[in-house]
Structure formats: structure tokens, C-alpha cells
């Protein structure tokens, strides 16, 4: 909830600068929140008919916490891809390149497909 401190300081803050009249009520400042925010949010605060702020603030924290796990899955996903794999030799030990380039060291005759000498 430390959204929520941030947002009642600020709005204590601007009241400060206000005449009493003119002052930010909660539902007032919840709608120029609403409006800041990104449309899929704006839909999202709409369909689970949040109306205070720490309902809605609950709801984006969650957002941002399953947003963040998932973003840490598709980075070991990627990760992963990007390790050594030899079609030849179906290992992960070398890539291709590097299974050629050591194969061309080796006596010319060699036959990649059949892994005979050639005669």
C-alpha cells in the first residue's frame, strides 16, 4: 500500500495550495487517477467496479505482481534457446559450427553422413 501513502501525501500537498473551497475530494481525485491511467488498467478498474483507491490500487498491485513473474519466465525461456545444440551429434555440447570446424581438422576423407572413410 505504499502507492496508496504516496497518493494521500500528494493530494494532502495540493490541497495545501488550495483555498478551502477548491479542495480535491476522494471521488474527484479517484476519477483524474482513473483518467492517468492506461485504457486496459481503465477497463480493468471498470469491470471489477473498484470505486476507492485502495481497491484499485490492490487490484493494479496484482496486476504488477503477475506481470512480473511472467516476465521472469520468458526471460529463462529465451535463455535457454540460445545454449549450443549440434544437429549431427544431438547434443548441446557444441553447435554445428563448431562440430565442423573440428571435423574439417580431421582427415579429408571423412564422410559426415555415413561417418566413413571414403575410399
Given at each position: 500500500?505504499?502507492?496508496?501513502?504516496?497518493?494521500?501525501?500528494?493530494?494532502?500537498?495540493?490541497?495545501a495550495c488550495l483555498k478551502d473551497e477548491d479542495h480535491l475530494a476522494d471521488?474527484?481525485?479517484?476519477?483524474?487517477?482513473?483518467?492517468?491511467?492506461?485504457?486496459?488498467?481503465?477497463?480493468?478498474?471498470?469491470?471489477?467496479?473498484?470505486?476507492?483507491?485502495?481497491?484499485?490500487?490492490?487490484?493494479?498491485?496484482?496486476?504488477?505482481?503477475?506481470?512480473?513473474?511472467?516476465?521472469?519466465?520468458?526471460?529463462?525461456?529465451?535463455?535457454?534457446?540460445?545454449?549450443?545444440?549440434c544437429k549431427m551429434h544431438k547434443t548441446s555440447s557444441h553447435n554445428n559450427e563448431?562440430?565442423?570446424?573440428?571435423?574439417?581438422?580431421?582427415?579429408?576423407?571423412?564422410?559426415?553422413?555415413?561417418?566413413?572413410?571414403?575410399?
Amino acid at each position: 500500500m505504499a502507492y496508496y501513502k504516496e497518493l494521500i501525501n500528494l493530494k494532502n500537498k495540493v490541497n495545501a495550495c488550495l483555498k478551502d473551497e477548491d479542495h480535491l475530494a476522494d471521488e474527484s481525485l479517484f476519477q483524474h487517477f482513473q483518467h492517468g491511467l492506461p485504457k486496459e488498467d481503465q477497463r480493468e478498474l471498470l469491470e471489477a467496479k473498484c470505486s476507492t483507491f485502495k481497491e484499485a490500487l490492490s487490484l493494479l498491485e496484482t496486476f504488477e505482481q503477475i506481470e512480473t513473474v511472467f516476465q521472469n519466465k520468458k526471460f529463462k525461456a529465451n535463455e535457454y534457446t540460445k545454449k549450443h545444440y549440434c544437429k549431427m551429434h544431438k547434443t548441446s555440447s557444441h553447435n554445428n559450427e563448431q562440430c565442423y570446424a573440428q571435423n574439417k581438422s580431421n582427415k579429408k576423407g571423412f564422410n559426415y553422413q555415413t561417418r566413413y572413410y571414403k575410399n
